[in-house]
């Protein structure tokens, strides 16, 4: 099975820092099928980029994709206040169908 | 407006079967590409994909736990239907009715993200 390995655990920055978020895989993925999900505390996650790097609907620029084969990344150009939260990296495989990383946790300084 | 929203009990006792359901609206579940699903979150813990349903009726389930899992659906009610049998106290968490979009382009699928999210629903296993 694909195992999804996400680092840092948790990121502690200030609005305006730039946050770079890993995302590894046990084996190469195709581009195509792998999304990052932002979840706010007491919210229900919401996908920021599918296909490794194209932003969802809503999702601001500052938001970008990027990586292939193993390792993938998610970046956030300049923290605002409602990005602190928690990013999942998730793959549309075939069994299981989806997996989950473990989740970075984007905190306040 | 696409919207999902979980209903189900929120305390069941061990060995009991738990049954939710996804009542969904603004699409149909019949258009080629599109799914509904079924992913948790155990408190404090990362997200788990359990089922989904697609739109032609295909259904996958995690394989961990598919000897426990029944996915439903009834397009004309909007609802897709969750059990889950003989379930114990690491069941407990939040779970979530999730729609996955793709498309089929050419020879490719492009898959969308789970793009649409209910609110969830807290379930409690405890005697």
């Known amino acids: 099975d694909i195992v999804l390995t996400q680092s840092p655990g948790t990121l502690s920055l200030s609005p305006g820092d730039r946050a770079t978020l890993s995302c590894r895989a046990s084996?190469?993925?195709?581009?195509?099928?792998l999304a990052w999900y932002q979840q706010r505390p007491g919210q229900a996650p919401r996908v920021v980029i599918y296909?490794?790097?194209s932003r969802a609907t809503g999702i601001p620029d500052r938001f970008s994709g990027s990586g292939s084969g193993t390792d993938f990344t998610l970046t956030i150009s300049r923290l605002e206040p409602e990005d602190f939260a928690v990013y999942y990296c998730q793959y549309y495989g075939s069994s299981p169908l989806f997996i989950f990383g473990p989740g970075t946790k984007v905190e306040s300084k | 407006q696409i919207t999902l929203r979980e209903s189900g009990p929120a305390l069941v006792k061990p060995t009991q079967t738990l049954t939710l359901t996804c009542s969904f609206s603004?699409?149909?579940?019949?258009?080629?590409?599109?799914?509904v699903g079924w992913v948790r979150q155990p408190p404090g813990q990362a997200l788990e994909w359990l089922a989904l349903t697609f739109w032609d009726g295909d259904k996958r389930y995690s394989p961990a736990l598919k000897s426990r899992l029944t996915i439903m659906r009834d397009t004309s009610r909007g609802q897709v239907v969750l059990t889950m049998t003989n379930v114990d106290p690491t069941d407990t968490g939040t779970y979530f009715c999730?729609?996955?979009?793709?498309?089929?382009?050419?020879?490719?699928?492009?898959?969308?993200?789970?793009?649409?999210w209910g609110p969830g629903t807290t379930v409690t296993v405890s005697s």
């Open positions: 603004g699409f149909s579940l019949t258009t080629s590409g599109e799914g």
């Open positions: 084996q190469s993925l195709s581009r195509m099928y």
């Open positions: 999730v729609r996955s979009l793709g498309a089929s382009v050419g020879f490719h699928f492009n898959f969308y993200g789970l793009d649409v």
């Open positions: 296909g490794a790097s």
